[in-house]
């Protein structure tokens, strides 16, 4: 089982704009360039990351994306989800319903037991997802990222800024 | 992010190994048909869940397969990596040392914080499918299926190993 990298660019993305000081946007062809990812895939990142409520984009020569909501009100679940959909991994086909023995429809009404078990962890995985905030990820980030590549990473986040 | 089909087949099909008395052993074809499942599909994912180490087979008139351990030896994450492999969902293609402002190699010792949230989730989601046994599987099974359903397996079980 694999996820889409798309789920690594969007919450590296994601991170980034969180360390935005409040209100400030980025354009998208900068938060490609920043991490050297390829703008068209990126794009549908972001659609899908817009269309979920997780970035907002305004227009004109300020405009870009930034945060819909503030970093301590995203997670990392919310991300995936936009990303990769809802959909639990586990699907179950019910197949104890099927050979020579299957019994009537009316004996299966709570949901298989194998099922249960497999939703389950998956709820576990989902509680550490949700547990994760962009301020943590970005506060945790500046407590360990050696301070000569934070310095150089606001430097040229300014100037970006500071270019329109 | 799906999981296979395969996964589900091999934990129904295992449980049905872990309901038969120790020793004793089902051909391919049977288990196939109790779940009404195609059979070259099922022969990969029986290849697969044999090279792992959960189920034996035995050839000879008196041959099929069976769980190479206990059903309380055996567990639903056992089963997942046989048929999925063992690497994580989540992989980590360091895309933080990526872009213009990239640091020296030596900085990025220790592995991204994202990666560390997404490969911790991933162990909270291995850890609830670790507890899960076949054992208690199939004990389960048996409290909250209806009898009708159970008596009418145990009967095709039966002629099936009885036929030999």
New interface residues.
């Given amino acids: ?5 798309g ?3 969007a ?2 993305c994601c ?1 980034l704009l969180a360390s935005l000081p409040a209100e400030v946007t980025m354009r998208l062809e900068k938060i490609a ?5 390829p703008l068209p895939y990126l794009r549908k990142q972001f659609q899908a990351l817009s269309r979920a409520g997780i970035v907002t984009t305004t227009t004109g020569p300020q405009g870009g994306y930034r945060l819909a909501k503030t970093a301590a009100e995203t997670n ?1 679940l919310q991300i995936y989800i936009a990303i ?1 959909g809802d ?1 639990p ?5 019910e ?2 319903q ?6 009537f429809q009316k ?1 299966y009404a ?1 949901p298989c ?2 099922a249960r ?2 939703w ?3 709820r ?6 949700e547990k ?1 905030t962009l301020a943590e ?1 970005v506060s ?2 500046a407590k ?3 301070p ?2 934070q310095a ?2 606001a ?2 986040i300014a100037a970006c800024l500071a270019e329109r």
Avoid at 98 to 103: E, I, K, R, V
Avoid at 124 to 129: G, M, S
């Fill in positions: 089982m694999k996820m889409s990298q789920v690594e660019w919450i590296h991170a360039e920043f991490y050297d990812l990392l990769e959909d991994c586990f699907k179950c086909n197949i104890r099927q050979g020579p023995t299957a019994a004996d709570r037991g194998i078990i497999m389950n962890a998956e576990a995985w989902r509680r550490e997802l994760a990820l945790d980030a360990e990222i050696d000569a590549k150089a990473s430097k040229w």
